[in-house]
């Protein structure tokens, strides 16, 4: 059976043409998640990385397919057997981990600030309430209550979240330099 569906996906993508695919993508990828480990290039890298590791996955699974006659006897050795566990297991802890810091990560310090109102944030940072309303106004944070939220005020300026955070700390470290 396996025999018949390698011979299929060969004749449909022969390994002169997948291999060379397979090599470039991981290229691509490894490069992309450089970028993104080192928070160069957020936006379009995020997405390219995210897309091509589509493509690179299926494209993976042809190239298993094209190559399994040599991958199952690559796989009757016990190193081979050992350094495919290594890689599993350590893949689970880091997803394991990442699992249960989604409960404690950054999202949810990045919402306390947003849900806290100007008052509370300027007790945070240490800095004169007027004035932090005063520079995130400067800055197109509209805010014209004390007991206002950097959600409502993205709301009402027509901001994004991360983009009224980043203008929070800009406006923290110009009121603080003021001092």
Do not use: C, Y
């Amino acid at each position: 059976m396996a025999s018949r569906i390698n011979t299929h996906v060969v004749k449909l993508f022969p390994r002169k043409i997948i291999t060379p695919v397979a090599g470039v993508l991981a290229l691509i990828i490894g490069l992309s998640g450089g970028l993104l480990f080192f928070h160069l290039g957020d936006g379009l890298v995020k997405g390219v990385h995210e897309w091509l590791g589509m493509l690179f996955v299926a494209v993976m699974v042809i190239h298993l397919l094209t190559n399994w006659t040599a991958f199952t006897k690559h796989f009757n050795q016990g190193a081979a057997r050992l350094s495919v566990l290594s890689i599993i297991m350590t893949a689970g802890i880091f997803l394991g981990n990442s699992a249960l810091s989604q409960q404690a990560g950054p999202d949810r310090l990045f919402s306390a600030l947003e849900e806290a109102p100007v008052t509370t944030l300027a007790l945070l940072f240490a800095v004169d309430e007027a004035r932090l309303m005063q520079e995130l106004n400067g800055q197109g944070v509209a805010i014209t209550e004390h007991n206002q939220t950097l959600l409502e005020s993205a709301a009402l300026s027509g901001l994004g979240r991360r983009e009224t955070l980043q203008k929070l700390l800009a406006s923290v470290d110009v009121v603080q330099q003021k001092k």
